[in-house]
């Protein structure tokens, strides 16, 4: 069966600026490093509703001083926000003093959601002002960064960068770190000198996946793989003069950390050291569901303060997987006349037909707002419908004995029974990445529930409304926010 498909860049927004399971040939892993310390902050700290709106209105107040991003009460905010105040908050205490596996975190979440924007804000606007003590270290992996004046991983290692940040404040000389004998001595001597100032290095390594797509023969592959180095020590240094955050979209960068991952995406794996995941624990910042509007409601509005009715919400999540990147996409997108397209999946490996096939059992499952939606006589699509009807109250994930009778049937159409865990595991994930797949929990390695990116997924190609209906129909809504 042939889906529709809207691209990952109708991508609909609104903002000018970012203002019984099937075991047959398939093992389950009893231990995955990448969920045993997948644990929420805010439980094993007892951390207080209070204390979590407190720490977002520092931030968020801090940004509106020095009028920089626009920040969004939405659950993926809130995580990424109070994991960067409160992991601030106990360097700056000098809670890790003395303890090993505590100073360092993992943090993964869906791409375009807001992850490095977030990030490089609070290193160069927020932990300055409101953490004296902290010198913040930003360091992004991709290296067409957008950013000129980042640092990038594919220029200095992670340790290098830090030095010229400690030389940048007058904490070390230009000549102190070349004429020590050997690492130790110069990771001691900084150190030593941070204790002597009494500051301490916060070290934001975002978009820590791209590090390990560096292929070993890439001339960036020496930094990329003395960096992962830099930050095996770090993991290990108990000085309590270091915080690390590592952040990453991709939904493999768990098995990153414990090198995992699979290697023909992930090259820089060959010899990499295992980051430990006790010394980076993962972090999972909620993602963006289709249906649910809380969680990308915000990202929808033209003015402050402003009511989003859920007809919207309900007919960009049906386009749309609804991340503020994807919204803010929406104007140029929408008059562009290329900008949806259908593709087909009939040439492409088992990927697709896994994507298609898990695309109709979402469509079995969710019979009932099929029926809600489409016309009793011509099976299309009603726009109208898809605004009015409360189908989100009804929607219905694929849940994990779902998903793996599904992949059980697509190997047999392909004649193909050697399949592993670890390749169910692959797929979904990259699945995950392409945008196509979202999940809300993972344990065990394996996601609890799975859902479609967007609602227009679950239907045929020959169900839909014309291309030109759907952006008429967006348009017309755009122009009563905007109007």
């Known amino acids: 069966m ?71 009460r939405t659950p993926s905010h809130l ?42 804000t609070f ?14 270290v930003y360091i992004t992996c991709r290296h067409d960064s957008e950013s000129d004046d980042a640092n990038r991983i594919c220029d200095n290692s992670v340790w290098d960068t830090i030095v010229k940040a400690l030389q940048q404040r007058g904490i070390l000389e230009l000549d102190e770190v070349i004429s020590l004998p050997n690492i130790k001595a110069r990771n001691d001597m900084i150190i030593k000198k941070l204790q002597q100032h009494g500051k301490y290095v916060f070290l934001i390594v975002d978009h820590i996946d791209d590090l390990y797509r560096v292929s070993p023969t890439d001339t960036s592959s020496t930094i990329a793989r003395n960096s992962l180095g830099d930050l095996a020590w770090l993991g290990n240094q108990c000085s309590g003069r270091f915080g690390v955050i590592l952040c990453g979209s991709s939904a493999s960068s768990p098995l990153l950390i414990t090198c995992h991952a699979n290697r023909e995406e992930f ?25 649910d509007f809380n969680s990308f409601k915000p990202y929808l509005r033209c003015r402050e303060m402003e009511e989003i009715p859920d007809s919207f919400c309900r007919l960009i999540a049906f386009s749309t997987n609804p991340t503020p990147r994807n919204i803010n996409k929406l104007k140029e997108s929408i008059s562009n006349a290329d900008s949806m397209w259908t593709i087909d999946r009939d040439d492409i490996s088992i990927g697709g037909k896994f994507l298609n096939n898990l695309e109709a059992e979402l469509k079995r499952k969710n019979k009932e707002i099929i029926e809600m939606l489409c016309d009793k006589i011509s099976g299309k699509v009603i ?96 122009g009563k926010r905007e109007g």
């Open 2 to 72: 042939k889906m529709f498909r809207l691209p990952r860049i109708i991508s609909v927004g609104i903002l000018s600026t970012i203002s019984v399971s099937y075991h047959h040939n398939i093992t389950i892993i009893t231990k995955c490093e990448e969920d045993v310390q997948d644990k929420d902050y805010n439980t094993n700290k007892g951390d207080s509703e209070r204390r979590q709106n407190g720490r977002f209105n520092r931030f968020a107040n801090q940004c509106g001083t020095n009028k920089t991003i626009s920040i969004y």
């Open 123 to 136: 290193a160069t606007t927020v932990c300055p002002i409101l953490f004296p003590t902290i010198i913040p």
């Open 267 to 291: 090259p820089m794996l060959h010899g990499a050291p295992n980051l430990n995941y006790q010394k980076y624990p993962t972090w999972r910042i909620p993602s963006i569901r289709l249906n």
């Open 383 to 478: 726009l109208q419908n898809v605004m009015s009807q409360p189908w989100e109250e009804h929607f219905q994930p694929l849940e994990w004995d779902e998903v793996l009778k599904v992949w059980k049937a697509t190997l047999e159409e392909e004649n193909d029974m050697l399949k592993s865990f670890e390749d169910l595991q692959h797929m979904l994930y990259k699945l995950f990445d392409r945008d196509e797949l979202v999940f809300d929990q993972i344990y065990q390695g394996a996601p609890l529930h799975v859902y479609p990116s967007r609602l227009c997924q679950i239907f045929q190609s020959s169900e839909l409304p014309s291309i030109e209906a759907i952006k008429t129909c967006i348009n017309q809504e755009l």
């Open 79 to 120: 995580k990424l926000i109070n994991t960067l105040i409160a992991q601030s908050e106990q360097l700056a205490d000098g809670r890790y003093e003395g303890k090993n596996g505590v100073a360092c975190r993992l943090i993964v979440g869906m791409k375009g959601i807001g992850k490095t924007t977030l990030l490089n």
